[in-house]
């Protein structure tokens, strides 16, 4: 589903990674590991389209990314670097607002994948009035509502607390069950150890399964 061919990437001297080849496949969770500056928020923007490779291509639904045709994987629900919200508005009329993007799922849609993450979806309370934990879970709730194939999450446990951690974990091991292709961080060991079907780390600008 996700297909890094000879993937390329460094910043002025820093070389984060050589010639990298990996394959994430369906209906499986890749947890990636590494230390902090390892590449690991780079390797997902990679894989999302937001920074391009300098050598070797990527692929995801076997469409090579950041092509003009295919600028952005569609297929895609992403969380990198905490998204920004209208703080005035509700979450839901965040990802209402942010739906129409693709115009593609309804109010109950939205309203669904708030509730899988423990939202209240009709509630009046302002994004500007969210605890921590309730942005991460709006984030969550974005990221799954348009049923994507693939979901890219950086970090995604980050500000939850138990009982939110284990409903998030719910909601992505279901998600594999539907055949979908997830591939996270985080830097507690217990969501990598509990959740992946599969750890990668990035060691000595490569990335290893162990
Ligand atoms: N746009 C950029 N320009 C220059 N350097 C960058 C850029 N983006 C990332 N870097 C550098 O690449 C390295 C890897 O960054 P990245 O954010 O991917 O690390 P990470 O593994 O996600 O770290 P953390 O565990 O702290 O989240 C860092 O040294 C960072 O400073």
Redo the contacts with the bound molecule.
């Keep these: 589903m996700i297909k890094l061919d000879g993937v390329c990437k460094s910043?002025g001297g820093?070389t984060?990674f050589e010639s990298i080849d990996y394959e994430f496949h369906k209906g499986k969770i890749y947890g990636v590991v590494?230390p902090?500056?390892?590449?690991?928020?780079?390797l997902f923007k990679m894989i999302c389209g937001f920074i391009f490779p300098d050598q070797g291509k990527i692929f995801v639904a076997g469409e090579e990314v950041g092509t003009k045709k295919n600028r952005f994987p569609e297929s895609v629900g992403i969380i990198i670097d905490g998204p920004g919200y209208l703080p005035h508005r509700t979450g839901f009329e965040n990802l209402k607002d942010l739906s129409l993007i693709n115009n593609n799922i309804t109010d109950t849609d939205i309203r669904e994948s708030m509730v899988k993450v423990g939202l209240d979806p009709y509630t009046s309370q302002k994004v500007k009035h969210y605890s921590l934990g309730m942005k991460q879970k709006l984030a969550i709730a974005q990221a799954i509502m348009e049923d994507q194939q693939v979901l890219i999450l950086d970090e995604p446990f980050n500000a939850l607390d138990e009982d939110s951690v284990e409903k998030v974990r719910e909601v992505l091991r279901s998600s594999r069950e539907e055949g979908k292709t997830i591939v996270i961080t985080s830097h507690i060991k217990e969501d990598i150890s509990v959740l992946c079907d599969e750890v990668v780390k990035i060691n000595g600008n490569k990335l290893t399964k162990i």
Aim: proline share 0%; aromatic share 10%; no cysteine.
């Design positions: 910043f820093l984060l590494g902090n500056g390892s590449g690991k928020s780079v």
